[in-house]
């Protein structure tokens, strides 16, 4: 099993970046952190890095029933889906697949909140096709 859902776009970075805070939005998604790496790896190591954004993906209803089944969990949140460029023009989206990274976390009451996110980050992955 993977530990994450992808595609690649070709289209421009930053519309990229809108499309993909907008359909997270229509999943119910709102983005908390937006770590820019290339600007990061510039200032702090003065590294010339591509194109590279994680955005900390949150659904604050399924937040709150993950911290209601398991008070850590927060360990584990929010959903991180990224964002870079290789190469121009070819975007490669890819979101964490949160069934992956809840096997960590033996609590039964999890599976049936991963499944849900899993499920509308597949929509928020295939909506960008």
């Not at 023009?89 to 069934?99: F, L, S």
């Amino acid at each position: 099993m993977t530990y994450y859902i992808s595609t690649t776009l070709n289209r421009p970075f930053d519309e990229s970046i809108d499309a993909v805070t907008e359909a997270l939005k229509t999943e119910g998604f709102g983005v908390l952190t937006d770590i820019d790496v290339k600007a990061t790896m510039k200032k702090k190591l003065d590294i010339d890095y591509y194109n590279y954004r994680i955005l900390g993906a949150c659904n604050p209803p399924y937040a709150h029933k993950a911290l209601e089944a398991e008070n850590k969990i927060g360990t584990m949140l929010p959903c991180n889906v990224i964002v870079q460029e290789r190469e121009p023009g070819h975007v490669e989206i890819a979101a964490v697949d949160p069934v992956s990274s809840m096997e960590a976390v033996n609590n039964d009451k999890l599976r049936p909140i991963a499944d849900e996110i899993r499920q509308r980050l597949e929509r928020v992955i295939t909506s960008l096709k």
